[in-house]
């Protein structure tokens, strides 16, 4: 994608493992220089990764298994209605 586009500018985030010094001299390979920028982290202590991650982990486990009672209901009361006034 870079090679295609050839960007000016290259902002890499401040977690990204690759050394700024390492990705120029693999640009200039293909006659590639742009100017490389490492992003400071947006509140680092509040906007972590692994904590939306887990935030957002938290809630889609809560959901499924929300999801699965509600199936298990579901199969319940078609069995209650396929057996009739039986019961």
Do not use: N, S
């Amino acid at each position: 994608i870079i090679i295609k586009h050839k960007p000016e500018v290259i902002c890499l985030g401040y977690d990204h493992a690759i050394k700024e010094k390492r990705l120029a001299k693999e640009l200039g390979k293909y006659r590639l220089y742009p100017e490389i920028k490492r992003m400071k982290a947006y509140k680092a202590g509040k906007y972590k990764g692994g904590k939306m991650k887990k935030f957002i982990l938290r809630g889609f486990w809560i959901d499924r298994a929300f999801l699965r009672k509600v199936r298990r209901f579901q199969r319940r009361l078609k069995t209650l209605q396929r057996a009739g006034p039986e019961l």
